[in-house]
T-cell receptor
Framework: AQKVTQAQTEISVVEKEDVTLDCVYE???????LFWYKQPPSGELVFLIR??????QNEISGRYSWNFQKSTSSFNFTITASQVVDSAVYFC???????????FGTGTSLTVIP | DVKVTQSSRYLVKRTGEKVFLECVQD?????MFWYRQDPGLGLRLIYF???????EKGDIPEGYSVSREKKERFSLILESASTNQTSMYLC?????????????FGPGTRLTVL
């Protein structure tokens, strides 16, 4: 069975602080894909990153970085120097093999206080 | 850019009414999905479709049906709306074939059943 756990329900940080959102996944498949999405107050989920199980390189995109560690089944997301516009709900998701179904975590609500 | 649109952002219906939620994508994607999002539960898959006139049940199909007559359009139908179907409904689409592809989401429809 597949499962994604985002243990942090809500996080508040002060602007310019760094913040890490945790994502732990469970699967017995050796081929899988991990995703992060951002859901701002407007409601639309915005795709941030896709990572396959064979690529453990960390990725950086501007203030965003992702740390993929198969040894701990984690795919954590760090925002550096947070801004108010980063306030949103962030979802981690897993898909396995060539299947179409995504398994979403319950999301982490991030509030950045000015 | 992928564009997924949903017919309504907000909808209020009465118990027992038949409700249609429409989703249209303009990127010629084969796969389309309907999710509902509830606080603390994340996104749960209701139905998905991988081709015209094809559909597959997701995790919570009870009380819902779907229709896909054209490739770009995927409709979610609540045959007899109930108050426990009050929720945010999100539509998504993705390419088919080969490895799992990213799902792109619409803005969501917030449905209230009175």
């Amino acid at each position: 069975a597949q499962k994604v756990t985002q243990a942090q329900t809500e996080i508040s940080v002060v602007e310019k602080e760094d913040v890490t959102l945790d994502c732990v996944y469970e699967t017995r498949d050796t081929t899988y894909y991990l995703f992060w999405y951002k859901q701002p107050p407007s409601g639309e989920l915005v795709f941030l990153i896709r990572r396959n199980s064979f690529d453990e390189q960390n990725e950086i995109s501007g203030r965003y970085s992702w740390n993929f560690q198969k040894s701990t089944s984690s795919f954590n997301f760090t925002i550096t120097a947070s801004q108010v516009v980063d306030s949103a709900v962030y979802f981690c998701a897993l898909s396995v093999g060539t299947g179409n179904q995504f398994y979403f975590g319950t999301g982490t609500s991030l509030t950045v206080i000015p | 850019d992928v564009k997924v649109t949903q017919s309504s952002r907000y909808l209020v219906k009465r118990t027992g009414e038949k409700v249609f939620l429409e989703c249209v994508q303009d990127m010629d994607h084969e796969n389309m999905f309907w999710y509902r999002q509830d606080p603390g539960l994340g996104l749960r898959l209701i139905y998905f479709s991988y081709d015209v006139k094809m559909k597959e049940k997701g995790d919570i199909p009870e009380g819902y049906s779907v229709s896909r007559e054209k490739k770009e359009r995927f409709s979610l139908i609540l045959e007899s709306a109930s108050t426990n179907q009050t929720s945010m409904y999100l539509c998504a689409s993705s390419l088919a074939g080969g490895p799992v592809d990213t799902q792109y989401f619409g803005p969501g429809t917030r449905l209230t059943v009175l």
